[in-house]
C-alpha cells in the first residue's frame, strides 16, 4: 500500500525558512520511474506545482521560485525533503507530496497535506 | 513556461445534467493532459490522464478529449457526489502546471 504523508511546522514567521519532510511508504524512493513531487495550494485558491525529485535524482523547479527551493532525498528514510527559504504570507498553504511514475506521467498518490500560515 | 486557462472558473448543475469543462494550453502539448478532482479539505485525484483515458476505477461518466492547445472534460450524468473542483494539468514540459480550477456546485 502506497502513502505519503507530510510533516513540518504549521507557522513560520516572515524571513524564515520552512523545511517540510514527505515520508513514503509502500515504494522505493531510488526504483525506476519513481518520482516525488511537492504541489501546494493557498487557501481557496488553485494548485501551484514546486519541485520533483527522480529516482535517478534529477530535479527540476518551478520557475519563480527557482532560487528560494531545495528538494532532496534521504534514501535510508525512503523520504524527500523541500527546504523553501525566505517565507512570506503569500506562502501560506497546504503543501502536498505527490507520487509520479515517468510512465505513466500523473500524480497517482498524494500524501494528505501540510497546512502552512506565515504570520509574525 | 505553459499557461493552462480553464474555464467556467465555477458553475451550478442539477442531479443528471451534462457538463463539460474546457481547458487551453498556451501551447501545443499534444496530449500531454490530466483532470483531477478535488473534494474539500482533501488531496486531488487523477480522474483523466492523457487527456481522455479513464484511471481505473472512475466511473465511465467522466470523460475527457482534445489535443494540441484545446481540451474539454465531461460529465454526462451529474451526481451529488460530483460536487467537487476539477483542475487539468499539463506534463508535457517541466514545470508541470495546473488549471486555475473549476468550482462545480449540484
Known amino acids: 500500500q502506497v502513502t505519503l504523508r507530510e510533516s513540518g511546522p504549521a507557522l513560520v514567521k516572515p524571513t524564515q525558512t520552512l523545511t517540510l519532510t514527505c515520508d513514503i511508504s509502500?515504494?522505493?524512493?531510488?526504483?525506476?520511474?519513481?518520482?516525488v513531487n511537492w504541489i501546494r495550494q493557498p487557501p481557496g485558491k488553485a494548485l501551484e506545482w514546486l519541485a520533483v525529485?527522480?529516482?535517478?535524482?534529477?530535479?527540476y523547479y518551478t520557475t519563480s521560485l527557482r532560487t528560494r527551493l531545495t528538494i532532496s532525498k534521504d534514501t535510508s528514510k525512503n523520504r524527500v525533503v523541500l527546504v523553501m527559504t525566505d517565507m512570506g504570507p503569500d506562502d501560506t498553504a497546504t503543501y502536498y507530496c505527490?507520487?509520479?511514475?515517468?510512465?505513466?506521467?500523473?500524480?497517482?498518490?498524494w500524501g494528505q497535506g501540510a497546512p502552512v500560515t506565515v504570520s509574525s | 513556461d505553459i499557461q493552462m486557462t480553464q474555464s467556467p472558473a465555477s458553475l451550478s448543475a442539477s442531479v443528471g445534467d451534462r457538463v463539460t469543462i474546457t481547458c487551453q494550453a498556451s501551447?501545443?502539448?499534444?496530449?500531454?493532459l490530466n483532470w483531477y478532482q478535488q473534494k474539500p479539505g482533501k488531496a486531488p485525484n487523477v480522474l483523466i490522464y492523457?487527456?481522455?483515458n479513464l484511471e481505473t476505477g472512475v466511473p465511465s461518466r467522466f470523460s475527457g478529449g482534445g489535443d494540441g492547445t484545446h481540451f474539454t472534460f465531461t460529465i454526462s450524468s451529474l451526481r451529488p457526489e460530483d460536487s467537487a473542483t476539477y483542475y487539468c494539468?499539463?506534463?508535457?514540459?517541466?514545470?508541470?502546471?495546473f488549471g486555475q480550477g473549476t468550482r462545480l456546485e449540484i
Open positions: 505527490a507520487r509520479l511514475v515517468s510512465s505513466r506521467n500523473y500524480f497517482d498518490y
Open positions: 509502500g515504494f522505493s524512493i531510488n526504483s525506476n520511474a519513481m518520482c
Open positions: 525529485i527522480d529516482w535517478d535524482n534529477n530535479i
Open positions: 501551447q501545443d502539448i499534444d496530449k500531454y
Open positions: 492523457d487527456a481522455s
Open positions: 494539468q499539463q506534463y508535457d514540459k517541466i514545470p508541470y502546471s
